[in-house]
């Protein structure tokens, strides 16, 4: 009996850390991906594409102030955290560089904030399956990368647990 050995998972656990297995046109799409992201994040702060991204502490309008004090006090740490993330992953897809822990949820974190994004645009739900999606779709595309991301975002949680 011949056995044949499984592709690697897309992100995959190794002696020596974390290995992302794209090709390199998926690793210049998400590497281009990191790079809007960054620039989206830098831009305006009450984009509302970011609603997701940025998600109210406080949702009762008894509790306005409290949550405008609180997006005043953590809004910027949100920011610097995310655009360091996405600072990491793109050095390391640029560089083909192995992961370690951190790198590796850096990699969670800037595809989650994709995720966050994009899931906004499509007004995503937790009812979205991709199988319901007509290809006449004008957003298949997108929806299609939505669905891509969720798969890369399972692996590397996937890699983490193993």
């Known amino acids: 009996m011949i ?3 499984r592709p690697p998972l897309p992100i995959e656990r190794t002696p020596g850390g974390f290995v992302v ?3 390199d046109a998926e690793r ?3 590497a281009r991906l990191m790079g809007e992201m960054t620039r989206l994040l830098t831009g305006t702060a009450d984009a509302p594409v970011l609603r997701r991204v940025y998600p109210p502490a406080y949702h009762l ?3 306005e102030e409290s949550e405008t004090e609180y997006q005043r006090l953590m809004h910027e740490e949100l920011v610097a955290s995310r655009l360091e993330a996405l600072t990491t992953v793109s050095t390391a897809l640029r560089e083909h560089t192995v992961l370690d822990d951190a790198g590796l949820g850096a990699l969670m ?3 989650n ?3 966050l ?3 906004t645009l499509l007004d995503v739900d937790e009812e979205h399956d991709l199988e319901d999606l007509s290809p006449d779709d004008p957003m298949i595309g997108e929806h299609q990368l939505y669905g891509y991301l969720s798969y890369l975002l399972d692996a590397a949680v996937r890699a983490a647990s193993s």
């Open 3 to 5: 056995r044949r050995r």
């Open 21 to 23: 297995h794209v090709d």
């Open 28 to 30: 210049d799409l998400l």
């Open 61 to 63: 309008d008894a509790d």
């Open 109 to 111: 974190q800037s595809l």
């Open 113 to 115: 904030t994709l995720r």
């Open 117 to 119: 994004v994009l899931g």
